[in-house]
């Protein structure tokens, strides 16, 4: 019978201990320190050996529309600010001014 190669005692290792954490119901963070484990570490064998696991991340992705030269902003005597009048709004902020004075 051959030697398990190196590689191969690494994937079993960090497998069993994927497959041990996701049966524990602990968060990464928590399994890692029970079983001194690099948290680093984990996450990349995780990844690695999940690859359908979407990627956790504290960030959302943010579009920002950008400001067009068209767009109006309408100063009101009592401070209110109306901003982004633009062609595609302009029935409504007439409609509004209209009920304001």
Not at 48 to 64: A, D, E, H, I, Y
Request: net charge positive; with cysteine.
């Amino acid at each position: 019978m051959m030697a398990e190669t190196d590689q191969a005692t690494r994937n079993r290792h960090w497998r069993e201990h994927v497959q041990s954490w996701q049966a524990s119901g602990l968060t990464q963070i928590a399994y890692c320190q029970r079983h001194a484990l690099a948290y680093h570490q984990f996450g990349y064998w995780s990844r690695k050996l999940n690859p359908r696991q979407p990627p956790v991340s504290g960030f959302t992705r943010v579009q920002q529309r950008p400001a067009t030269s068209q767009d109006l902003t309408v100063l009101l005597p009592n401070g209110i600010e109306l901003r982004g009048i633009s062609d595609v709004n302009l029935s409504v902020v007439s409609r509004l001014l209209q009920q304001l004075a």
